[in-house]
């Protein structure tokens, strides 16, 4: 079955500098690969996904890319500011299969 | 809010307690999961409804027993737990089953004492 596996597990950064986190799949037959942001007390929600016919997604600070040919995906969140500040969750599943999440980020912005 | 409304936020329970969690999603959706969510573990699967009917059983103790009466609403039935079981409950919803366009709620923290 699916793995995901998804690095750093926290990471901090001064607000303005951009972030970086990187998941990786095992499965070459996942075709698509959400990204959710966990804030202290609330589910996770989604804030950006991406399907393997694309190579990158933006919108607005925040970014995805997909390397099929590695299995590999990252998030990019640039001009970080303090709200950013949560859980960062990758994903992969295909077709309608379920979702199998990576371990998650803690992302620290500080002002 | 999200559109998926968990209750209670929080539950304390003892190891011999019976108790339930609710979910109950307001978007139309399909497709129900739960998920158990534990301190530096991936988002572990528990059980997925399709059109009110089970399609996954994740190797879930039997401790554990789910219901979905309707395809808006969906239960998680809790009895003789053990302290390792207490962590976030979390409930999701999607039109179809699979992986896209998942809805969370904002779950339960169970304690087991």
């Known amino acids: 079955g699916e793995n995901v596996e998804q690095h750093p597990s926290t990471l901090s950064v001064q607000e303005g500098d951009s972030a970086v986190i990187k998941c990786t799949y095992s499965d070459s037959a996942s075709n698509y690969f959400p990204w959710y942001k966990q804030e202290l007390g609330k589910g996770p929600q989604l804030i950006i996904d991406?399907?393997?016919?694309?190579g990158e997604k933006k919108d607005q600070r925040i970014a995805v890319t997909l390397n099929k040919t590695a299995k590999h995906f990252s998030l990019h969140i640039t001009e970080t500011q303090p709200e950013d500040s949560a859980v960062y969750f990758c994903?992969?599943?295909?077709?309608?299969?379920?979702?199998?999440f990576g371990t998650g980020t803690r992302l620290q912005v500080f002002p | 809010e999200t559109g998926v409304t968990q209750t209670p936020r929080h539950l304390v329970m003892g190891m011999t307690n019976k108790k339930s969690l609710k979910c109950e999603q307001h978007?139309?959706?399909?497709?129900m999961y739960w998920y158990k969510q534990s301190a530096k573990k991936p988002l572990e699967l528990m059980f997925v409804?399709?059109?009110?009917?089970?399609?996954e059983n994740n190797s879930v103790p039997s401790r554990f027993s789910p219901e979905c009466p309707n395809s808006s609403h969906l239960f998680l039935h809790l009895h003789t737990l053990q302290p390792e079981d207490s962590a976030l409950y979390l409930c999701?919803?999607?039109?179809?089953?699979?992986?896209?366009?998942?809805?969370f709620g904002s779950g339960t923290r169970l304690t087991v004492v």
């Open positions: 409804y399709n059109f009110k009917e089970q399609t």
């Open positions: 991406i399907r393997s016919n694309v």
């Open positions: 994903a992969a599943s295909m077709d309608t299969d379920k979702l199998i």
């Open positions: 999701a919803s999607s039109q179809e089953a699979g992986g896209d366009g998942y809805t």
């Open positions: 978007l139309g959706h399909n497709a």
